[in-house]
């Protein structure tokens, strides 16, 4: 799985970090991918940050 943001859609809310904090670093006005191609075991913590993005940022890409 690899992990993509669309940064014209981010807004840095920090949903992602808070559910993902190995895979995502909010900053100011956007995110920043840590982990772009996280292993099985985050894939849970991913869904969920994908899932509670208010502004639907993110999204999987299935390799």
Known sequence: MRVVVDLDLCQGHGMCEMEAPEV???GRDSVAVLDQAPGEARRGEVEA???YCPTQA???VED
Do not use: N, S, W
């Open 24 to 26: 995502f670093e909010a």
């Open 58 to 60: 993110l999204k999987i």
């Open 49 to 51: 940050a994908v899932r």
